[in-house]
């Protein structure tokens, strides 16, 4: 079910990940409601109250179906609004908008998953499934880079995914501070550095238009195939539903066709600039 | 079957068309350019009026000829009235818990009947019909106009300096999305029925037979238009553009036009299928409340291709890229058509005279002017 017209939504939590992102887990306010349902990787277009919307992934629900999180980076004025906002305020949500990942395509394969910057935060919905759901898919890899190791948030879940069987974390920090864990220098440095049985790879990334375009070329210079390659893209949004032209990329409505896309649908206009 | 409508009967139609309970929308001269807007009476009409056009050039005319159709196009059309500048889409209210109370806005005022709609610009309107109505999502604020909407089309007699719809084969003569189509002729027109409810108006105004003179001179008004024609779109318009623009996006001229460009948005305005629109807010007066509502937007502005930190169109030459690439090129991949139907507004509009059809042809490399031109009526 997708809601077209805004319904209301409660802010039930509310965490500080880093002193410009945090999470709101939300919950709906009306009872027929219920039916909404998302793909990992879809997005909500959240409103603030006499301001506007934001088009926001939707990272998780909680066990009854009707607690969804939204980890938001404070940038400009809707999110500076929602930063503002306390426990028991109320917003506007309507979506799922959007195709979201591959999961059925990555069945019985080994996931590699690259995010740069806030990207980690569309992936958690990703990893979230795949260890629901462990037996259904092979080893899981998951990097992620930052541009400075203090930008780095969720570090309490990446110790603990590390932990887990089967699982393998690197992190990546351009600039570091001296404990960090990671590597210091490019996440594509990390794909030399973990193992990878690239015949039965299935990638995807969300992060920095750059970064992924770097990761995509090392990626099938090491011989991944073009379409073992999803990456979810990022334009100006409006309306989520294809009407408002600002999300274009050539022919294709990244709030409809995409966010996420195989490399090949995208690769030709990645390496132009302006589109 | 073909009907005659006398000129003394203008009148009696819209009568009909107002006892039937539509605002009656029809040409008329305003600061020097003929824009659609309420019509009243027959007097109303631009009789006698010539449109002179050319790249960043329009200006009327007064002929001693009494015809009320004799011009080709101004700025609007059709879709000010379904596609709005600006229209509401949800109201929103805060309620004393503070609790958000979300409530669709939908049209609420009479429905329109235009007359004078050209064949460009119903082939604009199916075009449009494709982004906003034939789509997975449907706009419902465009479907209520649309639904509402009585079109009386008129066909061309005479073409404007900058059509060149006979290349994209979208005119001069309409052949579907309308109720009634026109054709001006001695005393009047010659009326094809296209729909039902053209049927019962006509039925309504006790028209008579057209006769085989009226027709054979409708035939030859609409010929003349076709003939007047000096420009064409290469390759006309076909799908083959999307892969010639697409695969020269570093061709020179884009630097070139660029050059020229004044990235003011003019051509996006009145091109009768750009859909581009943003998203407005606006506070009710206790603050208790807010206006959601969509208004036209331009991809030749800062905001179109702002994201957080980065315009991804940041200068004048990206943005003209993107203009022409979608238009004559990507369209193909979303609408499975041109986003162009061969009105030449955006070439009359634009301050600088940007014509799109030379654009196009320094990048095919086919050439944009008529050969087999015959002379028409307003060649000096
Ligand atoms: C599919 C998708 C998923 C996203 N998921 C997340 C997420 O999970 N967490 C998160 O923090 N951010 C996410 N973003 C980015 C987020 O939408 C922008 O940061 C946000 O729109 C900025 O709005 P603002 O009003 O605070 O900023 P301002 O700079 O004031 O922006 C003004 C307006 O421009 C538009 N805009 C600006 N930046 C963007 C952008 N990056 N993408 C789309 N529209 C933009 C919006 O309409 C915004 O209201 C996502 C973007 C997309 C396209
Ligand atoms: S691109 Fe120009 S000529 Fe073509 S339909 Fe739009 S305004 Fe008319
Ligand atoms: S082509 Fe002409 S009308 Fe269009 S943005 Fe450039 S200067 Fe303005
Ligand atoms: S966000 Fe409006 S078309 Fe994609």
């Given at each position: 079910m997708m809601i077209d017209t805004p319904v209301a939504m409660k802010i039930i939590a509310k965490n500080e990940e880093s002193p410009d992102v945090f999470t709101l887990t939300l919950q709906f306010m009306e009872e027929k409601e219920t039916g909404y349902d998302f793909q990992p990787g879809q997005f909500n277009m959240l409103y603030l109250f006499g301001v506007g919307e934001v088009p926001i992934s939707?990272?998780?629900?909680?066990?009854?179906?009707?607690?969804?999180?939204?980890?938001?980076?404070?940038?400009?004025?809707?999110?500076?609004?929602?930063?503002?906002?306390?426990?028991?305020?109320?917003?506007g949500l309507r979506g799922p908008f959007g195709r979201g990942w591959p999961l059925d395509k990555a069945q019985g394969k080994d996931v590699l998953i690259?995010?740069?910057?806030?990207?980690?935060?569309?992936?958690?919905?990703?990893?979230?499934?795949?260890?629901?759901?462990?037996?259904?898919?092979?080893?899981?890899?998951?990097?992620?880079?930052?541009?400075?190791?203090?930008?780095?948030?969720?570090?309490?879940?990446?110790?603990?995914?590390?932990?887990?069987?089967?699982?393998?974390?690197?992190?990546?920090?351009?600039?570091?501070?001296?404990?960090w864990p990671g590597h210091t220098g490019l996440i594509t440095e990390l794909?030399?550095?973990?193992?990878?049985?690239?015949?039965?790879?299935?990638?995807?990334?969300?992060?920095?238009?750059?970064?992924?375009?770097?990761?995509?070329?090392?990626?099938?210079?090491?011989?991944?195939?073009?379409?073992?390659?999803?990456?979810?893209?990022?334009?100006?949004?409006?309306?989520?539903?294809?009407h408002c032209g600002h999300c274009q990329f050539g022919g294709t409505f990244i709030c409809k066709e995409g966010p996420v896309f195989n490399y090949p649908e995208v690769k030709f206009l990645l390496s132009q600039r302006g589109f | 079957?073909?009907?005659?409508?006398?000129?003394?009967?203008?009148?009696?139609?819209?009568?009909?068309?107002?006892?039937?309970?539509?605002?009656?929308?029809?040409?008329?001269?305003?600061?020097?350019?003929?824009?659609?807007?309420?019509?009243?009476?027959?007097?109303?009409?631009?009789?006698?009026?010539?449109?002179?056009?050319?790249?960043?050039?329009?200006?009327?005319?007064?002929?001693?000829?009494?015809?009320?159709?004799?011009?080709?196009?101004?700025?609007?059309?059709?879709?000010p009235l379904l596609f709005k500048p600006k229209e509401s889409l949800w109201r929103v209210q805060k309620n004393d818990d503070g609790k958000l109370i979300f409530k669709e806005i939908m049209p609420d005022h009479k429905p329109v009947a235009l007359i004078g709609a050209r064949s460009c610009d119903l082939a604009a309107m199916a075009i449009q019909d494709k982004t906003l109505l034939k789509d997975k999502f449907i706009d419902k604020q465009y479907q209520w106009h649309r639904e509402h909407l009585f079109v009386i089309a008129v066909n061309c007699s005479y073409s404007g300096g900058n059509c060149f719809c006979v290349s994209t084969q979208t005119g001069p003569k309409a052949t579907s999305g309308y109720d009634l189509a026109l054709t001006e002729v001695d005393k009047g027109f010659v009326v094809d029925i296209g729909s039902d409810k053209g049927r019962n108006l006509i039925t309504t105004l006790k028209c008579?037979?057209?006769?085989?003179?009226?027709?054979?001179?409708?035939?030859?008004?609409?010929?003349?238009?076709?003939?007047?024609?000096?420009?064409?779109?290469?390759?006309?318009?076909?799908?083959?553009?999307?892969?010639?623009?697409?695969?020269?996006?570093?061709?020179?001229?884009?630097?070139?036009?660029?050059?020229?460009c004044l990235s003011c948005g003019n051509c996006t305005a009145v091109c009768p299928t750009c859909f581009c629109h943003h998203q407005t807010e606006t506070p009710v007066a206790q603050g208790d409340g807010s206006v959601h509502a969509r208004e036209w937007d331009s991809c030749f502005t800062q905001g179109h291709s702002y994201i957080h930190g980065q315009v991804v169109r940041d200068t004048?030459?990206?943005?003209?890229?993107?203009?022409?690439?979608?238009?004559?090129?990507?369209?193909?991949?979303?609408?499975?058509?041109?986003?162009?139907?061969?009105?030449?507004?955006?070439?009359?509009?634009?301050?600088?005279?940007?014509?799109?059809?030379?654009?196009?042809?320094?990048?095919?490399?086919?050439?944009n002017v008529v050969t087999d031109k015959k002379k028409g009526p307003h060649d000096d």
């Open positions: 939707i990272l998780a629900h909680g066990e009854d179906n009707s607690l969804y999180a939204h980890t938001i980076r404070r940038v400009g004025r809707v999110t500076q609004g929602l930063s503002l906002l306390k426990i028991g305020d109320c917003v690259v995010t740069g910057g806030l990207g980690c935060a569309p992936s958690v919905s990703i990893i979230h499934h795949i260890l629901k759901h462990r037996e259904r898919y092979g080893r899981l890899i998951i990097l992620q880079g930052v541009k400075h190791s203090d930008d780095l948030i969720f570090r309490k879940q990446y110790q603990e995914w590390a932990q887990l069987p089967n699982v393998q974390v690197a992190l990546a920090a351009d600039i570091s501070q001296p404990n794909l030399d550095q973990v193992h990878l049985d690239l015949s039965k790879t299935l990638c995807m990334m969300c992060g920095p238009e750059g970064m992924m375009r770097a990761t995509a070329e090392r990626l099938t210079q090491l011989q991944l195939p073009e379409d073992a390659i999803y990456l979810s893209l990022e334009r100006n949004m409006e309306c989520a539903i294809g | 079957m073909l009907y005659f409508l006398a000129y003394e009967q203008i009148n009696d139609l819209l009568n009909a068309l107002r006892t039937l309970g539509y605002t009656c929308m029809g040409p008329q001269v305003q600061d020097g350019t003929i824009v659609f807007d309420e019509l009243n009476h027959a007097a109303q009409l631009p009789w006698g009026v010539h449109d002179m056009q050319k790249p960043g050039y329009y200006r009327l005319q007064q002929s001693e000829k009494k015809e009320a159709f004799a011009w080709a196009n101004g700025p609007q059309a059709i879709k008579i037979p057209a006769t085989e003179t009226n027709s054979r001179q409708a035939d030859t008004r609409t010929a003349q238009a076709a003939s007047m024609q000096t420009k064409r779109m290469p390759k006309n318009n076909s799908r083959e553009l999307r892969n010639i623009l697409m695969n020269h996006l570093d061709h020179p001229r884009w630097h070139e036009v660029a050059e020229r004048t030459e990206k943005r003209y890229k993107q203009w022409l690439t979608h238009k004559l090129g990507t369209w193909w991949d979303q609408f499975d058509t041109s986003g162009c139907v061969g009105c030449g507004r955006c070439v009359t509009w634009c301050p600088v005279g940007i014509d799109l059809t030379e654009e196009m042809a320094a990048i095919a490399g086919e050439s």
